[in-house]
């Protein structure tokens, strides 16, 4: 991908402008949207939907839980799919009468809280390294926008709430009140954003995350397991078709944004930025590309806006010479009717060396993930399952290390792509059961191995379970419990340790 991709697909946005969508507040990647709008998809009830580019704004939840009750017109929906469309149409009442209404008819609200979490997190145990980088996590805490918790008791209230000035800017915010035993209290902001509307596409600065792939355990370039960035952030929230004959590539969404990370580094605050192309030229086939690159910072050569152009194009900014470090990923995900509605999907990515030539990625250095998700398992479609596997292994000591970069693909001590980092494999399982009366339970187990590239592998053994009860349209009560046996800790052999966490969360939402 080089800069006349960029330059092309900005006209193509441009000529496929529609009439001016009002902006939409993100939906934090821990909702339980994500997991009913993939149960929903499953079920071949929404087709347009982008899986692999989140987070969703509530806009375009809403399109698709539009898109689902017009399908119900048509067939006789399970039980459990009408449950979550009727949950949905709770939720996103305002923007589905806006959607129906049509975007002129959009004007101002403000909601200073839209909804308050308070959660209960107990822990027991102690950190995992990632030899080559800066980066430290305890193993049962993962893509949470890199929240860490003191050992034993912790207190934690999160709100948000967010105003739209007419059709054109949105406000939104949330902020994180914590007391923590060790004594760790106060405020942070784990988000916000000041976006403004531009037709087809929203202008953002704020701190956000972002997930890139078709990944659910993880995902090779970008999850929330790091903090959320400080970023200037361009996007198409809602796919749209593009014109000519791009509109064969189906919906299309993209996604390019620019951030710089924290000083506690051997190469203090480079620049990092990324851009990801979605599409879905089929019902059953998904595809994306995505790129980001680490480039700049303390004592290294200036950076302008066109060399930001460049890099993101994939090129270096002097010659041969590495002066950068990039991660690139190609992904899909493929619905098999015929066999229960199951869908494969994967990603293949290369650390450092990836070679863009138009819009075909050659890999040096490769990692991959493939998953299997079955929506529906017994006829009443209230218990799905989903396997995942990752590798990082295959180019010993490679992932989210470099020779320049030496902290490696981290902020803020925490690894931006997958959890289980480099030199990595990791398998996951999970049974998910929806039941009558708003209850979700469930079951997992996530085994991983990690070397440092010495002979001696770092295993872990991870069963958890997740519970969710929707007791009321506006309550909703949490319980997870997890539990990790890790072999050989620190990478020293025979040294075992059982870690522990469970967290009690309350829901309220306005």
């Known amino acids: 991908m080089s800069r006349r991709w960029i330059m092309t697909l900005a006209l193509l946005l441009l000529w496929a402008l529609p009439a001016a969508a009002a902006p939409s507040p993100a939906i934090p990647l821990d909702s339980w949207i994500y997991p009913a709008l993939d149960k929903l998809a499953g079920m071949s009830l929404v087709d347009t939907a982008l899986q692999g580019d989140r987070p969703f704004s509530r806009a375009e939840a809403a399109r698709q839980t539009i898109e689902v009750i017009e399908a119900g017109r048509d067939r006789i929906l399970p039980p459990v799919a009408r449950e979550l469309v009727a949950r949905l149409k709770t939720e996103f009442r305002q923007e589905i009468q806006e959607q129906r209404n049509g975007p002129e008819k959009a004007g101002s609200y403000f909601k200073p809280i839209r909804e308050m979490q308070f959660d209960y997190v107990l822990r027991d145990g102690a950190d995992s390294l990632y030899p080559g980088t800066n980066a430290r ?54 988000g916000g954003s000041l976006t403004l509307g531009l037709g087809p596409v929203d202008l953002s600065v704020g701190r956000q995350s972002l997930w890139w792939g078709q990944g659910r355990n993880g995902s090779l370039v970008l999850t929330n397991n790091a903090d959320p960035l400080d970023m200037i952030r361009l996007t198409n929230p809602t796919p749209v078709i593009l014109p000519w004959v791009f509109k064969y590539l ?9 951030a710089r990370l924290d000083d506690d580094r051997v190469v203090e605050e480079p620049y990092f930025g990324g851009m990801r192309l979605g599409l879905k030229p089929t019902s059953w086939l998904e595809l994306g590309l995505c790129r980001t690159v680490m480039f700049g910072g303390k004592g290294r050569p200036g950076i302008d806006f066109d060399d930001f152009l460049t890099i993101i194009g994939g090129e270096n900014l002097s010659g041969d010479e590495d002066t950068s470090n990039s991660v690139a990923a190609i992904d899909a ?5 015929f066999l229960w509605n199951a869908e494969l999907y994967g990603e293949l990515g290369g650390e450092d060396q990836a070679d863009f030539a138009g819009f075909i990625p050659f890999f040096s250095k490769k990692a991959y993930l493939a998953g299997l998700y079955l929506p529906q398992i017994e006829p009443s479609g209230r218990l799905s399952l989903r396997l995942e596997y990752a590798d990082t292994s295959l180019d010993s000591n490679i992932w989210y290390r470099h020779g320049l ?17 480099g030199t990595a494999e990791d398998y996951f399982a999970e049974l998910e059961a929806y039941f009558p009366l708003g209850l979700r339970l469930a079951f997992n187990f996530d085994h991983q191995k990690r070397s440092a590239g010495i002979g001696t592998a770092e295993k872990h053994f991870r069963p958890g379970l997740a519970m969710e009860w929707h007791c009321s349209p506006k309550l909703t009560l949490r319980f997870d419990y997890a539990f990790d046996r890790v072999e050989n800790f620190g990478f020293e052999n025979g040294r075992n340790r059982n870690l522990h966490m469970a967290n009690a969360g309350i829901d309220w939402n306005w």
């Open 250 to 258: 189906g919906p299309f969404r993209f996604d390019l944004f620019v």
């Open 137 to 190: 996590q305890f193993s049962l805490i993962t893509n949470h926008d890199g929240l860490d918790y003191s050992e034993n008791h912790n207190l934690e209230v999160t709100l948000a709430g967010d105003a739209r000035l007419g059709r054109w800017l949105l406000a939104e915010w949330r902020p994180l009140l914590r007391a923590q035993e060790d004594g760790n209290t106060g405020i942070r902001l784990r």
């Open 333 to 337: 995900r493929v619905k098999l009717p």
């Open 405 to 421: 970069y030496t902290s490696g693909y981290t902020y803020q001590q925490k690894i931006m792509g997958h959890a289980m980092g």
